[in-house]
T-cell receptor, first 116, second 115 residues
Framework: DAEITQSPRHKITETGRQVTLACHQT?????MFWYRQDLGHGLRLIHY???????NKGEVSDGYSVSRSNTEDLPLTLESAASSQTSVYFC???????????????FGEGSRLTVL | AQSVTQLGSHVSVSEGALVLLRCNYS??????LFWYVQYPNQGLQLLLK??????LVKGINGFEAEFKKSETSFHLTKPSAHMSDAAEYFC?????????????FGAGTRLAVHP
């Protein structure tokens, strides 16, 4: 079965370190997204991509970057981790999000990051 | 800008009671609306979606939601709660950007079901 997987599921790091969270999907979806989930804020969009070599900033992109070199993967990098980036991170993908064919998002199980 | 507001961060019901989770949206054009559920330590999964067809939308696990344009609401209901319905529920609206949609989520409502 097709799926979307995130790794690591749990990570503890120190302030200032670079961290990369992996996201891999086997749905062959063009559209991929990274969200962070914080109490009281729901899910907030960090970055998204509509295809290979395409990346876009979401509403909370400061301190994060992504790259899309193939269809399957969208790694999220925290250049210099800060305590404010302690959160649960979710990757999602979708086959189509055009206005005339709105689709659903398929989510990974999340990566819990703690920055000390 | 399109957004959603979920009224009540926590809702508690008895098993067998009606479940009502509230969602209001702001949108200058008819929106696409979604409800997602998140069980503990899992990702979100789609419960149901409104895409301008029928105003009463039925989803999985006995949930349904009614789109009311006059009230700008898309409340989620279930006639009889089960213990297994305990989870966090998110309302979401699609927002157009460059001809494509992306989902904007509400803050979530945690549903507790007690015996």
């Amino acid at each position: 079965d097709a799926e979307i997987t995130q790794s690591p599921r749990h990570k503890i790091t120190e302030t200032g370190r670079q961290v990369t969270l992996a996201c891999h999907q086997t749905w062959n979806h063009n559209n991929m997204f990274w969200y962070r989930q914080d109490l009281g804020h729901g899910l907030r969009l960090i970055h998204y991509s509509y295809g290979v070599q395409d990346t876009n900033k979401g509403e909370v992109s400061d301190g994060y970057s992504v790259s899309r070199s193939n269809t399957e993967d969208l790694p999220l990098t925290l250049e210099s981790a800060a305590s404010s980036q302690t959160s649960v991170y979710f990757c999602a993908s979708s086959p189509s999000l055009k206005l005339q064919n709105t689709g659903e998002l398929f989510f990974g199980e999340g990566s819990r990051l703690t920055v000390l | 800008a399109q957004s959603v507001t979920q009224l009540g961060s926590h809702v508690s019901v008895s098993e067998g009671a009606l479940v009502l989770l509230r969602c209001n949206y702001s949108s200058s054009v008819p929106p696409y609306l979604f409800w997602y559920v998140q069980y503990p330590n899992q990702g979100l999964q789609l419960l149901l979606k409104y895409t301008s067809a029928a105003t009463l939308v039925k989803g999985i696990n006995g949930f349904e939601a009614e789109f009311k344009k006059s009230e700008t609401s898309f409340h989620l209901t279930k006639p009889s709660a089960h213990m297994s319905d305990a989870a966090e529920y998110f309302c979401a609206v699609s927002r157009a950007s460059g001809g494509y949609n992306k989902l904007i989520f509400g803050a979530g409502t945690r549903l507790a079901v007690h015996p």
